[in-house]
């Protein structure tokens, strides 16, 4: 479980994020929905201790983080897969660094065949597609076994038809191995089908603007149903007058 | 295949180059340019009973010297590249040393470190150490923040930085860097190599020249011309072996 308290982050006399209160259970997901610029990374930095200066307290399991500690799990944007290692090395370097002994194989194996990477275990990143790549950020942080899972923008680099089928297999792996997640996108369509509940962020400094619970969580097909056309209409009418706000 | 290819090309440009010289050696027709099938010939023969030993030390003397100046290189590198404390008070030094010609610091060295193999070693570490901290340097500065992220979040020590990232990252260039180098590290080898010592590539030129045995001295100079291209296929093997991922 994630507990944010009173999150504000500072950027010098900036302010990039304002007094975020959120409780993420074990088996929720999370989609944070915020305009470009919002403090949408910032909150991923945050919670993954990659910015260690802020205000108020996140705690999981009601301790505080302590990245030697914690098990995070990390997507973000740019992949951050090293270039030198092979996919099967890189899927792998999570759970090595954590543990500093050999993965458990069986389970790396699964994961890897879950997420259809075994033909190409022995590739490099650089022969890679974008979908490819995520794909193998994905494996290293279930490999990992997570206590908790931030995204940031994992899929926004990729085509629309990709980008469906990979939100479609992290939901499936997900389902099977269930974490409290943070997923952060700037994509209504995309937080209806992948947040359990839906956190609205506002223009910057980012604040919660609303928190709606996603009826749609779970649904094999979401977008075929009507309600994904009525909750994207009513998401994107509140954005428009929350987004606006602050001109 | 491919390789194939460039076999066949190499051996085609050792054919033109011993062809020109048959002609001119045949048209001037003194001893100072000899025939190259009597080079060759002497080459071979003389090979394990008077050259090897010198090359043996021309190459001991690179190969340590490089090993040397790649260990400063990099630890000074990788440091100076992670840490901007560090870089803002070494680049100065190494800004003004690394333009000076080092055949220039020659009699320095030779007056502190006396005429043995120590001074020889110091010159081309001085030649060859400057690119590769330069090199290593702006490697690691050119790595993303965010390739660090992903292993901060997991709480990974300093050393698996450096296993991971900082080495893999800049060994590519390193190597550039040597490649770079040794070329002038050999040139600078052939000139210290004539003082100080009975062997040595360097020695056995200048020796069979003042000698007026002109066969030897080229001979030599083909062997000094081999040692440098073994040394690149050498640079050439680490790469294909270490950077795969290139």
């Given at each position: 479980?994630?507990?944010?308290?009173?999150?504000?982050?500072?950027?010098?006399?900036?302010?990039?994020?304002?007094?975020?209160?959120?409780?993420?259970?074990?088996?929720?997901?999370?989609?944070?929905?915020?305009?470009?610029?919002?403090?949408k990374t910032t909150l991923i930095y945050a919670l993954s201790m990659i910015i260690k200066e802020f205000e108020g307290r996140v705690l999981i399991n009601d301790k505080p983080i302590k990245n030697s500690d914690v098990r995070i799990g990390t997507v973000l944007q740019n992949y951050g897969l090293l270039p030198w290692k092979n996919v099967y090395e890189n899927a792998l370097l999570g759970i090595e660094i954590k543990d500093k002994e050999k993965a458990d194989k069986l389970y790396s194996e699964y994961i890897i065949k879950e997420l259809g990477l075994e033909d190409l275990k022995y590739k490099y990143?650089?022969?890679?597609?974008?979908?490819?790549?995520?794909?193998?950020?994905?494996?290293?942080?279930?490999?990992?076994?997570?206590?908790?899972?931030?995204?940031?923008?994992?899929?926004?680099?990729?085509?629309?038809?990709?980008?469906?089928?990979?939100?479609?297999?992290?939901?499936?792996?997900?389902?099977?191995?269930?974490?409290?997640?943070?997923?952060?996108?700037?994509?209504?369509?995309?937080?209806?089908?992948?947040?359990?509940?839906?956190?609205?962020?506002?223009?910057?400094?980012?604040?919660?603007?609303?928190i709606i619970n996603n009826p749609l969580f779970g649904l094999k097909e979401p977008r075929l149903s009507s309600d994904f056309y009525n909750l994207s209409l009513e998401i994107r009418k509140f954005i428009k007058e929350g987004w606006s706000i602050e001109k | 295949m491919k390789n194939e290819k460039r076999y066949k090309k190499n051996i085609y440009a050792i054919l033109v180059i011993l062809l020109f010289w048959q002609i001119i050696s045949s048209v001037l027709n003194k001893p100072i340019i000899p025939q190259p099938s009597i080079v060759l010939l002497y080459m071979i023969k003389s090979f394990f009973s008077i050259i090897f030993v010198h090359l043996l030390f021309s190459f001991g003397?690179?190969?340590?010297?490089?090993?040397?100046?790649?260990?400063?290189?990099?630890?000074?590198?990788?440091?100076?590249?992670?840490?901007?404390?560090?870089?803002?008070?070494?680049?100065?030094?190494?800004?003004?040393?690394?333009?000076?010609?080092?055949?220039?610091?020659?009699?320095?060295?030779?007056?502190?470190?006396?005429?043995?193999e120590l001074s020889k070693i110091i010159m081309i570490i001085l030649i060859v150490v400057f690119q590769v901290i330069v090199a290593a340097r702006d490697a690691v500065k050119n790595i993303p923040k965010e390739t660090y992220y992903s292993l901060y979040t997991l709480g990974a020590s300093k050393y698996d930085i450096l296993k991971n990232v900082l080495f893999?990252?800049?060994?590519?260039?390193i190597l550039t860097s040597i490649r770079v180098s040794t070329g002038t590290a050999v040139s600078v080898l052939f000139f210290i190599?004539?003082?100080?010592?009975?062997?040595?590539?360097?020695?056995?030129?200048?020796?069979?020249?003042?000698?007026?045995?002109y066969v030897e001295m080229y001979s030599g100079i083909i062997i000094m011309g081999i040692l440098g291209f073994l040394l690149f296929l050498m640079i050439d093997f680490f790469e294909k072996r270490f950077c795969v991922w290139k």
């Open positions: 479980m994630i507990k944010i308290e009173s999150l504000t982050v500072k950027y010098g006399s900036f302010t990039a994020l304002s007094n975020i209160n959120l409780e993420i259970g074990d088996d929720e997901i999370y989609a944070v929905l915020g305009p470009s610029g919002c403090g990143p650089n022969s890679l597609s974008g979908g490819q790549m995520q794909r193998v950020a994905l494996a290293r942080s279930f490999i990992l076994k997570p206590q908790i899972l931030l995204m940031d923008e994992p899929f926004s680099a990729l085509d629309a038809i990709t980008r469906e089928k990979m939100q479609e297999l992290f939901l499936n792996i997900w389902m099977n191995n269930k974490v409290s997640t943070v997923f952060v996108t700037h994509s209504i369509e995309e937080a209806i089908c992948i947040g359990k509940k839906i956190v609205i962020l506002s223009k910057s400094p980012g604040r919660i603007l609303k | 003397r690179i190969v340590f010297g490089v090993f040397i100046s790649i260990v400063i290189g990099i630890t000074l590198g990788i440091i100076m590249g992670y840490n901007n404390r560090y870089d803002d008070i070494l680049s100065p030094i190494i800004y003004f040393i690394y333009p000076i010609p080092k055949v220039a610091l020659l009699p320095v060295v030779m007056l502190f470190f006396g005429l043995g893999p990252a800049a060994l590519p260039d190599e004539t003082y100080g010592t009975e062997y040595g590539m360097g020695y056995f030129i200048m020796d069979s020249w003042m000698r007026v045995n």
